[in-house]
């Protein structure tokens, strides 16, 4: 895989983000590495996706697939979902549902923008 991307996702406001890595997988490790010096790349091998989060910092979520792969989105959501629960864990929310599925929709619609731009960028020849 050859594209790379990071996109920041504010979460309920600017205090609370999820960073999105999207694409080629050493570079993802190398950006995740910076920020978890500790983490265990073993995550890394074998999946679609993963994600990493430890108390006061801002979660990371890779996505391995292609766009164009059928479970693409799906593994956005999954992924989103982990990142979400470690935040509403952080800031101890255990009862809004319906503000935790808009934040989950927006990291998959961060994702969703770009894929949509990278899209039109490639239909014009850049
Ligand atoms: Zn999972």
């Avoid at 995550?43 to 996706?49: D, K, L, P």
């Amino acid at each position: 895989m050859t594209y790379y991307k990071r996109l920041k996702v504010a979460i309920l406001n600017d205090e609370f983000f999820v960073t999105v890595l999207l694409g080629n997988k050493e570079m993802a490790k190398k950006a995740m590495l910076c920020n978890y010096p500790d983490m265990d790349t073993e995550v890394f091998e074998n999946t679609r996706g993963c994600y990493v989060c430890w108390h006061m910092q801002i979660p990371i979520i890779w996505i391995g697939l292609s766009p164009k792969d059928p479970h693409f989105y799906a593994t956005v959501a999954h992924e989103a979902i982990h990142a979400i629960d470690f935040i509403f864990d952080e800031i101890g929310e255990t009862a809004a549902t319906e503000v935790y599925a808009h934040c989950v929709g927006a990291v998959v619609a961060k994702v969703e923008q770009w894929v949509k731009r990278k899209k039109m960028k490639h239909s014009k020849g850049k």
